[in-house]
C-alpha cells in the first residue's frame, strides 16, 4: 500500500490546515490508521489515531481539542483537521496504516508510511 500526504504548509499562528492522507494499492478500511509528527531535532510523535470504522479516536494531549482525525473508508483516505496552530506544531506530518483495526498500535505495529508533509507555522 502507498500513502501520499497532502495539505501542508505555511500558515500563521492561529490558522488551520487539513491535511490529507490518500492511499492506493491496497483497502485500509480495515486497518486503524495514524498521524504522527517529526519536528526538527525532535523525536517523532504520534498525533493522532483512528480505528478502522472511524468510531474512536485518540489524540496526544498537546493537540487535544484542536485536531482532529477522521477517515472516508470510501476514498481509502484519511484527513488531520488542524484548528488554532502553534509554532511548536511546526513539524513534518506522516500518515501510517495500523496492523490491526486499532485506534492506536505501538509504532513499531506501523506497517506503512507516508512520505510526509510539512506544516510550517509562524509565530
Known amino acids: 500500500v502507498q500513502l501520499v500526504e497532502s495539505g501542508g504548509g505555511l500558515v500563521e499562528a492561529g490558522g488551520s490546515l487539513r491535511l490529507s492522507c490518500a492511499a492506493s494499492?491496497?483497502?485500509?478500511?480495515?486497518?486503524?490508521m495514524a498521524w504522527f509528527r517529526q519536528a526538527p531535532g525532535k523525536e517523532r510523535e504520534i498525533v493522532a489515531g483512528?480505528?478502522?470504522?472511524?468510531?474512536?479516536?485518540y489524540y496526544a494531549d498537546s493537540v487535544k481539542g484542536r485536531f482532529t482525525i477522521s477517515r472516508d473508508n470510501a476514498k481509502n483516505t484519511v484527513f488531520l483537521e488542524m484548528n488554532s496552530l502553534k509554532p511548536e506544531d511546526t513539524a513534518v506530518y506522516s500518515c501510517?496504516?495500523?496492523?490491526?483495526?486499532?485506534?492506536?498500535?505501538?509504532?513499531?505495529?506501523?506497517?506503512?508510511w507516508g512520505q510526509g508533509t510539512l506544516v510550517t507555522v509562524s509565530s
Open positions: 501510517a496504516r495500523g496492523t490491526s483495526g486499532s485506534t492506536i498500535l505501538p509504532v513499531t505495529a506501523y506497517a506503512y
Open positions: 483512528i480505528n478502522w470504522r472511524g468510531g474512536n479516536t
Open positions: 494499492g491496497s483497502t485500509i478500511s480495515v486497518y486503524g
